[in-house]
């Protein structure tokens, strides 16, 4: 499955923005979604993800109150839904998708097959 990611952006301090990924066919229900990001300097690391059944969800510590994960069955999409943006939450945000993930390897980036290109978010303070 290839995946598109978009909808980033500069937003200030506080504000919102909602990242799409779509997805060139819809991926089985057992699939994770799952969205990282990348500071500049930094390693990828985990946001959240969903099982594309709906089964399950996961945050990172860093993300949870203020994103949110969504998916939409009809347009092969997931949504990142994000709030009360911070300056630190300034990334390349990544969308990923991986077949056969068990649920305490979510968080791994090598677990996932297939991934978007980044889409930028800026958050100015």
């Known amino acids: 499955v290839q995946l598109q990611a978009s909808g980033g952006g500069l937003v200030q301090a506080g504000g919102s923005l909602r990242l799409s990924c779509a997805a060139s066919?819809?991926?089985?229900?057992?699939?994770?979604m799952g969205w990282f990001r990348q500071a500049p300097g930094k390693e990828r690391e985990f946001v959240t993800a969903m099982r594309w059944s709906g089964s399950g969800t996961w945050h990172s510590d860093s993300v949870k109150g203020r994103f949110t994960i969504s998916r939409d069955n009809a347009k092969n999409t997931v949504y990142l839904q994000m709030n009360s943006l911070k300056p630190e939450d300034t990334a390349v945000y990544f969308c990923?998708?991986?077949?056969?993930?068990?649920?305490?390897?979510?968080?791994?980036?090598?677990?996932?097959?297939?991934w978007g290109q980044g889409t930028l978010v800026t958050v100015s303070s």
């Open positions: 066919e819809r991926p089985p229900s057992r699939t994770v």
């Open positions: 990923a998708a991986g077949g056969r993930i068990i649920n305490t390897s979510v968080r791994v980036a090598a677990e996932y097959d297939n």
